[in-house]
């Protein structure tokens, strides 16, 4: 049952998620005290699933520290921004009901990436793509959900009609066994009224055999007394 409401939510998720532009644009956050130009994005997904998504998607960057509500990488390697180690920081903030946004910011030392900077392009796409992971991976979770659920409903079906297959069986039996019984209540009455008409004949025999003996017992006592009458 939760699979099946994991699908429901699936489909309304997609209704809604289905054809979302990515867009990326420079703003600036106060790290240390100080703004610093970055990259922002929104994703239509929650604060938690999209910090356990960027984690993934940085981590072979290196080592990734937390200062208050601030995630930083002190030596990153990233080869699409710089040949040498870098300072990559972001931040992820709830938007709305089901919201995020990724802030990513990318120190060189001598500068930050910026509008001005020749890998500001680079910049933006590596945020785009994080944002394109999180998404993907929410969709792949869905559909691994609703896969799950389509498979449950599949042996809930499959499960109905083999009880269906045995209900009717069992139907088909109960219908036979009245039918049984039915019949054996017919012979059971028709013995009822052999038994009867037997009982009747039974009596009829029994005056008859009582009138016999009766007859027998007379006969005998006329045989005794020609018996003694011989003189």
Known sequence: MKKLVAFI????????????????????KPIDGTNRPGYLTTVQLEKKFVEK???????DFGKIDKEG?????????????????????FTLESAGAS???????????????????????????LVKD???KCYTTSYQED??????????????????????????????????KKAD??????????QKVDLENQVVQNKKDQEAATEKVEKMKKALELQKQKLNNIQ
């Not at 939510?9 to 600036?28: A, P, R």
């Open 143 to 176: 559909i691994k959900a609703a896969e799950d659920a389509l498979s449950d409903a599949s042996k809930d079906h499959e499960k109905t009609l083999k009880q269906s297959e045995s209900l009717q069986h069992d139907l088909e039996k109960n219908t036979e």
């Open 69 to 89: 509500q601030t995630f930083y990488i002190l030596e990153a390697k990233v080869p699409t921004i710089s040949s040498n180690p870098i300072k990559l920081i």
């Open 130 to 132: 994080i944002a394109k």
């Open 181 to 190: 019984l039915e019949k054996a209540l017919e012979e059971n009455k028709q």
């Open 9 to 28: 939510s699936f489909l309304y998720i997609g209704i809604f998620t289905f054809g979302q532009k990515i867009t990326v644009t420079e703003t600036q």
């Open 99 to 125: 919201g995020t946004t990724i802030w990513m910011a990318f120190d060189l030392t001598n500068a930050f990436v910026s509008g001005s900077h020749a890998k500001n392009l680079d910049a933006s796409t």
């Open 53 to 59: 998504v960027v984690k993934e998607s940085v981590k």
